[in-house]
């Protein structure tokens, strides 16, 4: 089996393509550094895609969440981007999390969660503050769904509240911000491949 791991990035701005956003580029930034780990990286912005509301693999029709989920269900890594938008995630975010919600109920033939072995992180911009709030919510939801967090699996950037600075506005990264980045993909990488070599062990 090959070391290499593969990460997909759920980008959750709310600004379709190719408009700039400072969540995809966080996400960038994260990629660089897994990519230091031996990881190959896939990013899906989600604003793109047709994605129904609800709770189901397939909500039929047009939705395009089962290819999303396909990609999901092949990575040893998520990454959600998300924005900060009057202190909450986006509602990108809660749409994904909640299309996720139904693998709480996808086993494998061992009985554990098909999601269980597999690594979320989570990266956040945001004018206001609330990062931290975002981050504890995404990171519980992903916990149900099967994810595992790492250490410092999380970084985060929020400019000054009312300011009209963004995150892709700045000339260079702040060192903080750099640092909680390169940990969390350090820690995510290293943490997958614990997981690949001793799976939880079974529900039955």
Same mark, same amino acid.
């Given at each position: =089996?090959?070391?290499?791991?593969? *990460?997909?990035?759920?980008?959750? +701005?709310?600004?379709?393509?190719?408009?700039?956003?400072?969540?995809?580029?966080?996400?960038?930034?994260?990629?660089?550094?897994?990519?230091?780990?031996?990881?190959?990286?896939?990013?899906?912005?989600?604003?793109?895609?047709?994605?129904?509301?609800?709770?189901?693999?397939? =909500?039929?029709?047009?939705?395009?969440?089962?290819?999303?989920?396909?990609?999901?269900?092949?990575?040893?890594?998520?990454?959600?981007? +998300?924005?900060?938008?009057?202190?909450?995630?986006?509602?990108? +975010?809660?749409?994904?999390?909640?299309?996720?919600?139904?693998?709480?109920?996808?086993?494998?033939?061992?009985?554990?969660?098909? =999601?269980?072995?597999?690594?979320?992180?989570?990266?956040?911009?945001?004018?206001?503050?609330?990062?931290?709030?975002?981050?504890?919510?995404?990171?519980?939801?992903?916990?149900?769904?099967? &994810?595992?967090?790492?250490?410092?699996?999380?970084?985060?950037?929020?400019?000054? *509240? =009312?300011?009209?600075?963004? &995150?892709?506005?700045?000339?260079?990264?702040?060192?903080?911000?750099?640092?909680?980045?390169?940990?969390?993909?350090?820690?995510?990488?290293?943490?997958?491949?614990?997981?690949?070599?001793?799976? &939880?062990?079974? &529900?039955?």
């Amino acid at each position: =089996m090959t070391d290499t791991l593969k *990460a997909l990035g759920l980008i959750c +701005t709310l600004k379709p393509s190719p408009a700039p956003s400072s969540s995809v580029l966080m996400a960038e930034h994260v990629f660089e550094r897994l990519g230091e780990q031996d990881v190959e990286c896939e990013a899906v912005r989600c604003v793109d895609y047709d994605i129904a509301p609800g709770v189901e693999p397939d =909500m039929g029709g047009t939705d395009q969440w089962p290819a999303i989920r396909s990609k999901l269900l092949d990575a040893d890594i998520l990454l959600i981007s +998300t924005p900060v938008w009057l202190g909450h995630p986006s509602s990108i +975010t809660q749409r994904v999390l909640e299309r996720l919600d139904a693998e709480l109920s996808n086993t494998d033939d061992a009985g554990r969660p098909v =999601m269980a072995g597999r690594v979320g992180i989570v990266s956040v911009v945001g004018n206001e503050d609330g990062a931290h709030k975002v981050i504890a919510d995404v990171f519980q939801g992903l916990n149900d769904i099967g &994810y595992t967090v790492p250490a410092q699996g999380s970084t985060y950037w929020n400019g000054r *509240a =009312m300011d009209s600075v963004d &995150y892709n506005d700045l000339d260079e990264v702040p060192e903080p911000v750099a640092a909680a980045t390169a940990a969390a993909a350090r820690n995510a990488a290293h943490l997958a491949r614990q997981l690949r070599s001793a799976k &939880y062990p079974a &529900y039955q």
